[in-house]
């Protein structure tokens, strides 16, 4: 099924690991996004790439760092975790279109001890 | 930065009442999306207003824009406990590519 595809789904980690998220879309979609969601927070935006080759910073940007590696994939990395990094992470794409919304994968919840 | 403050923050209905969601835009809006979430899954997309005084429907779920106001409102009619989740709003800033949400209202219907 088209859409947007997270991995892994639940990760625990140890403060101070590293790790990556993985995010991939087979919409053709140009732009692409990293929230985190923490109760009472909402969705926070950690980076986002408008298009492939670029990226930019968004509210919540410290301690993270992406890569835009085709149009397809947008990875996230945690180069040393820390419990504030515990959260759920979600993956979007745009056409840049709008009127068809962004679609989102279903999130990797990530427990940093 | 654009803020989308929601109200209310939880809702507990009984199964077939109606309820109303506000989403109210601290900026112009230029558009507005609604999402629902249900609890640990991702956001799955209603719909989508761009003009002011739009209305749309997604099954019994409506919501309309109101450009002067700077608030969009969610409501679902005869409520069902499918309809239970998170709903968020969420707008893109100054006409731009990124979206911002607000905090979400949680949805609990009892059957």
């Known amino acids: 099924n088209a859409g947007v595809t997270q991995t892994p789904k639940f990760q625990v980690l140890k403060t101070g690991q590293s790790m990556t998220l993985q995010c991939a879309q087979d919409m053709n979609h140009n732009s692409m996004y990293w929230y985190r969601q923490d109760p009472g927070m909402g969705l926070r935006l950690i980076y986002y790439s408008a298009s492939e080759g670029t990226t930019d910073k968004g509210e919540v940007p410290n301690g993270y760092n992406v890569s835009r590696l085709n149009k397809r994939e947008f990875s996230l990395r945690l180069e040393s975790a820390a419990p504030s990094q515990t959260s759920v992470y979600f993956c979007a794409s745009s056409g840049g279109q709008g009127a068809y919304g962004y679609t989102f994968g279903s999130g990797t919840r990530l427990t940093v001890v | ?111």
């Open chain 2, 1 to 111: 930065s654009q803020e989308l403050e929601q109200s209310p923050q939880s809702l507990i209905v009984q199964e077939g009442k109606n309820l109303t969601i506000n989403c109210t835009s601290s900026k112009t809006l230029y558009g507005l999306y609604w999402y629902k979430q249900k609890y640990g899954e991702g956001l799955i997309f209603l719909m989508m207003l761009q003009k002011g005084g739009e209305e749309k429907s997604h099954e019994k779920i409506t919501a309309k824009l109101d450009e002067k106001k700077q608030q969009s409102s969610l409501h679902i009619t005869a409520s069902q406990p499918s309809h239970a989740g998170i709903y968020l709003c969420g707008a893109e800033k100054g006409g731009s590519y990124i979206p911002t949400f607000g905090r979400g209202t949680s949805l609990i219907v009892h059957p």
